[in-house]
């Protein structure tokens, strides 16, 4: 498309319509490329955007071609190098200079920087999922299964993926989480977040493209988007060539690449919208509630505790205290306090008093006085509360633990839910009605892959927009593989 005009209409994949504005119209250039998207409207993707995408597939698909020459021992030399890079404290300071500057940057542009700002602790996550990849069996070449026939076999063996892409925001920890799909022998190309850019061209250029270099494998294997713009992840996940689609970050835009992806042909595992449901039963037991909710509050991340439902009416006051006094405790961690959704008819759970008084919440933008505890519609149980260091939960009671069942998947993203009781045939009951692919009964951040499974994680997928065909809430690097099927004469 060279021209566009005001006014022409264009059609999104399931049929709705949307008519070109005349400042869009205005912008548009020959080579640029418009996207109809049923949520976010029209997208549009400058040249320049399109080329930087298609140039790092390109070189990743090329990496990928030649990665079947490559043998298995030198995947694993790699994650040795990119491990002892970060090991390095000459280059982890540069990196730590390099990103202390993008933290003040997006500090300066109100943005949120929990997850951006490296540390001790993220360094030492990279270095042990690196290793963690290393240790893991690939499935590449493997022979899965086997059917014997009379004078022929039929053999299942795994094989690699392909050109794998990620756009993720602003977190440089998900780097090194996203070269687990060199491990079976995949290629991976990522778009990150303008804020984390910086760190991870530093990232990229001391840890990563010497690690390629040292092990033997083709310089594309790891190829990065080098784009601030949102159209560059758009572009990326345009490109009919990726053999799937990877994508970590906010509810809406994690929606909006996954259409686009969708669209292009490309299969997809979305990480966006999280927020941990927990519904309490009144065969709770005080002391497992109070340390299920302290030890999910410790941050926020997808798994945090966002919605808290008490069952029953009898003594639900008393576990709704015991909810308050762990949720003050996990703030008082950080030295803040804490901030209360109540859905509307369920006030009584929350002294009167917190509906009036004022306190100061830590937000991306800056500090901001509002009142302790706010009702809110029954809907917006779903909202996930994205806090910085003020932990943040939504309340609400139902008279059965049905209801609340019926709450969660109707109005969560369908993440986790956990149930605390005492009772043995509730938990039979809410795993079997709960639409969910992560279910406990207690704290709710075990909702990790090296936590749960003892594997380094690509990213958990929730229930938002149906059950994931073949594969766990967990993606990880053992996971991105197809199947190929051989036949084989009988020897004699």
Request: hydrophobic share 50%; with cysteine; net charge negative.
């Given at each position: 498309?060279n021209t ?20 869009l ?6 080579g640029?490329r ?15 955007e ?10 990743a698909s090329a990496a990928f071609?030649a990665m079947h020459r490559?043998?298995d ?19 982890w ?11 003040a940057?997006?500090?300066g542009r109100?943005?949120s ?7 001790a602790?993220?360094r ?6 690196l290793?963690?990849w290393a ?5 590449r070449?493997a ?15 795994g ?9 993720f925001?602003g977190r ?8 687990g799909v060199l491990r ?5 190309v ?20 010497p ?23 758009w ?7 990726l053999a ?7 509810g809406a ?5 996954g259409?686009?992806?969708r669209?292009?042909?490309t ?7 999280g927020?941990?449901?927990?519904v ?13 909710v302290?030890?999910s509050?410790d941050?926020?991340v997808?798994?945090?505790?966002n ?5 029953g009416s009898?003594?639900?006051r008393?576990r709704a205290e ?5 949720l ?6 950080h ?9 509307k ?9 917190m509906?009036?008084n ?9 500090p901001?006085a509002?009142?302790?505890?706010e009702?809110i ?8 509360w ?16 049905d ?12 993440l ?7 009772a043995?045939?509730?938990?039979e009951?809410f795993?079997?009605a ?5 279910v ?30 073949g ?6 690097g053992?996971?991105?593989y197809t ?10």
């Amino acid at each position: 498309m060279n021209t566009l005009s005001a006014g022409t209409i264009m059609l999104a994949a399931d049929g709705r319509s949307f008519a070109v504005p005349e400042t869009l119209a205005a912008t548009f250039q020959a080579g640029d490329r418009l996207i109809a998207d049923p949520v976010a409207g029209l997208l549009h993707i400058p040249a320049r955007e399109l080329d930087r995408a298609k140039q790092a597939v390109d070189v990743a698909s090329a990496a990928f071609a030649a990665m079947h020459r490559v043998a298995d021992e030198a995947i694993v030399a790699f994650y040795g190098h990119a491990a002892a890079a970060l090991a390095d404290d000459a280059v982890w300071t540069e990196i730590a200079t390099v990103n202390a500057e993008d933290v003040a940057k997006a500090a300066g542009r109100g943005r949120s920087t929990t997850r951006l700002a490296v540390s001790a602790a993220m360094r030492e996550k990279m270095i042990d999922g690196l290793r963690g990849w290393a240790q893991m069996p690939s499935r590449r070449g493997a022979l899965l299964e086997t059917v014997h026939h009379d004078g022929f076999d039929i053999e299942l063996v795994g094989a690699a993926l392909g050109v794998v892409a990620f756009v993720f925001e602003g977190r440089p920890n998900v780097l090194a989480d996203a070269c687990g799909v060199l491990r079976g022998g995949n290629a991976v190309v990522f778009r990150i977040g303008s804020d984390a850019l910086a760190t991870a061209r530093a990232i990229m250029r001391l840890a990563i493209e010497p690690a390629l270099l040292a092990a033997g494998l083709p310089a594309g294997a790891v190829a990065l988007v080098d784009s601030t713009a949102h159209a560059a992840g758009w572009a990326l996940f345009a490109d009919a060539r990726l053999a799937l689609a990877v994508a970590r970050g906010s509810g809406a835009a994690v929606a909006t690449l996954g259409a686009i992806a969708r669209t292009a042909g490309t299969p997809v595992s979305l990480h966006g919208t999280g927020g941990a449901w927990m519904v309490v039963s009144e065969h709770a037991d005080d002391a497992d509630l109070h340390e299920a909710v302290l030890r999910s509050l410790d941050r926020k991340v997808c798994n945090t505790l966002n919605t808290c439902c008490l069952v029953g009416s009898r003594s639900a006051r008393h576990r709704a205290e015991i909810v308050l006094n762990a949720l003050r405790e996990a703030a008082a961690v950080h030295q803040q306090p804490f901030k209360l959704h109540v859905a509307k008819g369920s006030e009584r759970l929350v002294p009167p008093w917190m509906f009036t008084n004022t306190i100061r919440v830590a937000r991306a933008t800056g500090p901001a006085a509002e009142p302790q505890a706010e009702p809110i519609d029954e809907h917006d149980l779903g909202v996930e509360w994205e806090w910085e260091r003020t932990p943040e939960i939504s309340l609400a009671a139902t008279e059965t633990l049905d209801q609340a069942v019926a709450l969660f998947n109707a109005l969560s993203p369908r993440l986790v839910g956990s149930l605390i009781s005492s009772a043995g045939a509730e938990h039979e009951r809410f795993f079997a009605a709960l639409d969910a692919p992560f279910v406990g009964d207690g704290h709710t951040r075990w909702v990790d892959g090296q936590y749960a499974l003892n594997k380094p994680e690509l990213g958990l997928s929730n229930w938002q927009h149906g059950r994931l065909f073949g594969r766990a809430g967990v993606l990880t690097g053992d996971s991105v593989y197809t199947i190929r099927t051989r036949h084989r004469r009988a020897v004699a």
